[in-house]
């Protein structure tokens, strides 16, 4: 169900659309080092692990954005709903990979890593990557903010099945989760 979204090219216009959002939202408070003006200093990337052909791709979805200040020049980059840091695979294709892969369909996980070109080392890799996460400062700091009963072995499947919506409203939930990293889409913990 979620690898569909994969081949939704609308769904890839709103994480551009939420990216472009939170680019002009950086912008708007100036440099976070001295205060200064903000310009842009986007650079392209090349994206891994879409299934949506090129022309159904909105115009400059292989862009970073990025800012550089026009007092200090240093950079500031906004988070990105798209891009899971220095990833070359979308924040998007890891999620849904990993959820494959923790899953019982094998011939998913093979058909999936055929489309999107990733071994089964990339893929071990991914289920890692979530692991080391539990342990991470980024989690210390949300972990007060997640559900009690939350299954950590299991991300990140436990938690998209802890949003609600549709299989594309919890996957855009998730990857604004993991671009803000405050743990914010979930509410206080109770008990």
Excluded: N
Excluded at 88 to 95: C, D, E, N, Q, R
Excluded at 136 to 145: K, L, T, V
Aim: hydrophobic share 40%.
């Amino acid at each position: 169900m979620y690898r569909e979204l994969l081949r939704d090219g609308r769904f890839f216009e709103l994480l551009l659309k939420v990216d472009l959002e939170k680019v002009q939202e950086v912008s708007a408070l100036g440099c976070p080092h001295c205060g200064g003006p903000l310009h842009a200093a986007h650079f392209p990337r090349k994206p891994r692990g879409i299934l949506v052909c090129h022309e159904a791709l909105p115009e400059k979805y292989d862009v970073r954005f990025d800012l550089c200040c026009g007092r200090c020049r240093r950079r500031t980059l906004p988070a990105s709903v798209r891009f899971l840091g220095r990833k070359v695979y979308l924040a998007v294709v890891i999620a849904v990979a990993t959820v494959l892969v923790r899953g019982k369909d094998r011939d998913a996980v093979r058909l999936l890593r055929r489309e999107i070109g990733a071994s089964w080392s990339t893929l071990w890799r991914w289920c890692q990557w979530w692991r080391a996460l539990t342990g991470s400062a980024f989690w210390e700091r949300i972990r007060g903010r997640l559900p009690v009963d939350l299954d950590c072995g299991a991300l990140p499947g436990s938690l998209l099945d802890r949003f609600e919506g549709s299989c594309a409203e919890r996957m855009l939930q998730l990857v604004r989760w993991l671009a803000c990293g405050d743990g914010s889409g979930f509410p206080e913990r109770t008990g």
